[in-house]
């Protein structure tokens, strides 16, 4: 069965502190993407990053990175020197075979 | 680019009423797709259009959920009668195929049924 776990319902930070939520995934298929998403009180899903499962190369964006372990089935993100503007719910997602589906979420303050 | 439009923003029914959403997803994209998010959860996806037709209606409410996709561009959600539960933000997403992955979504409509 395919699930996604955010373990981590809310967190909060100061301004400038590094933060790392964490994901963790259970798929059968060999191919697979994993995505991760910020929803600002606004309610639009932004679109962060996806990832293929045969490229586990951590990648590295600005004050963000994620680190993919397909040993552990983990996906986690981080935020390095948060900002109050990070403050929102981060989503978690895996697709296989077409069918995306999406984590609980993690809400994230971030207090100056 | 214009992004995915949904209309209306919030919408308020009694128990038992119909209603309906609206989206206009991104010029181009084949893939649209149909997620209940209910307050403190992730989204639930409801219904996968490709074109016009439904790939995937698997977790959709077929006795009280309808989607359709005319001509493959909009598309609009209905729900009849509602019941409390559906209250939730009804988002939709579109893509530019399946299995591309990645959805660009609108605003979302918010529903409450009291």
């Known amino acids: 069965a395919q699930k996604v776990t955010q373990a981590q319902t809310e967190i909060s930070v100061v301004e400038k502190e590094d933060v790392t939520l964490d994901c963790v995934y259970e798929t059968r298929d060999t191919t697979y993407y994993l995505f991760w998403y910020k929803q600002p009180p606004s309610g639009e899903l932004v679109f962060l990053i996806r990832?293929?499962?045969?490229?586990?190369q951590n990648e590295i964006s600005g004050r963000y990175s994620w680190n993919f372990q397909k040993s552990t089935s983990s996906f986690n993100f981080t935020i390095t020197a948060s900002q109050v503007v990070d403050s929102a719910v981060y989503f978690c997602?895996?697709?296989?075979?077409?069918?995306?589906?999406f984590g609980a979420g993690t809400r994230l303050t971030v207090k100056p | 680019e214009a992004g995915v439009a949904q209309s209306p923003r919030y919408k308020i029914i009694e128990k038992r009423q119909s209603v309906a959403f609206w989206c206009n997803p991104i010029s181009g994209h084949a893939t649209l797709y149909w997620y209940q998010q209910i307050l403190g959860q992730g989204p639930k996806l409801l219904i996968q259009f490709q074109n016009n037709g439904v790939v995937d209606d698997s977790q959709l409410p077929k006795d009280r959920f309808s989607a359709e996709r005319l001509k493959g561009v909009d598309s609009t959600l209905k729900i009849q009668p509602a019941k409390l539960e559906d209250s939730a933000v009804y988002l939709c997403?579109?893509?530019?195929?399946?299995?591309?992955?990645?959805?660009?979504f609108g605003q979302g409509t918010r529903l409450t049924v009291v």
């Open positions: 990832r293929n499962s045969f490229d586990e």
């Open positions: 997602a895996l697709m296989d075979n077409n069918d995306m589906r």
């Open positions: 997403a579109s893509s530019l195929d399946r299995g591309e992955g990645r959805a660009f």
